[in-house]
């Protein structure tokens, strides 16, 4: 069964960074797209970003786009977003994905990131 | 940009009843890059439908898409107590990609 199980709930401060990660199982994760969306409590889903299977292609959109880079370690199976100059507007529910024909076909649990001095 | 607009905001019905979900994109997406997704409370999302018309595994067949262009629709032909949800549709066709803001179904 494919399974992503994202880190745990953080609280980091104003101006501060933070590394999310996203393990896979249950596919062979170096054949597949993986994605990033968020979702501030209460409101729509917002696509972050995404990276090909290699690592090679990435691409970012929505107003985090500057301060966010997604890598991947294919050996250890896991996804990772590095956050940087996080606002408090950042504070949202935080997803990966895993791709199928571009859409979003499974999902991690999410991480809820509390930016808070 | 294309910006996804869902239509109604919130749709008040019983089950058994039928629901139609509107999305309409700014500018036109190809099908193939246009989806559907289903999120309950306290949950992440799930996807219904891609390629606008194409079942997810495992998702009834009371939910289908339609549509082309700048208009696509999501019907749930009988609805059952576990469908009241909120509603995304999402392009995939143009960068950047972009969901819509949501029809939330609920109960009437």
């Known amino acids: 069964e494919v399974h992503l199980v994202q880190s745990g709930g953080v609280v980091v401060q104003p101006g501060g960074s933070l590394r999310l990660t996203c393990a896979a199982s249950?596919?062979?994760?170096?054949?597949?797209?993986m994605h990033w969306v968020r979702q501030v409590p209460g409101q729509a889903l917002e696509w972050l970003s995404l990276?090909?299977?290699?690592?090679?292609?990435?691409a970012y959109a929505g107003s985090m786009q500057d301060r966010i880079t997604v890598s991947r370690d294919n050996s250890k199976n896991t996804l990772f977003l590095q956050m940087n100059s996080l606002r408090t507007e950042d504070t949202a529910f935080y997803y990966c994905?895993?791709?199928?024909?571009?859409?979003?076909?499974?999902w991690g649990q999410g991480t809820l990131v509390t930016v808070s001095s | 940009d294309i910006v996804l607009t869902q239509s109604p905001g919130t749709l008040s019905l019983s089950p058994g009843e039928r629901a139609t979900l509107s999305c309409r994109a700014s500018q036109s997406v190809s099908s193939s890059s246009f989806a559907w997704y289903q999120q309950k409370p306290g949950q992440a999302p799930r996807l219904l439908i891609y390629g606008a018309s194409s079942r997810a595994t495992g998702i009834p067949d009371r939910f289908s898409g339609s549509g082309s262009g700048t208009d696509f629709t999501l019907t749930i032909s009988r609805l059952e107590p576990e469908d009241f949800a909120v509603y995304y549709c999402?392009?995939?066709?143009?960068?950047?990609?972009?969901f819509g803001q949501g029809t939330k179904l609920e109960i009437k």
């Open positions: 994905g895993k791709d199928m024909r571009g859409a979003i076909g499974t």
């Open positions: 999402q392009q995939f066709g143009s960068a950047p990609r972009s």
């Open positions: 990276i090909s299977w290699d690592g090679l292609s990435t």
């Open positions: 249950g596919f062979r994760f170096d054949d597949y797209t």
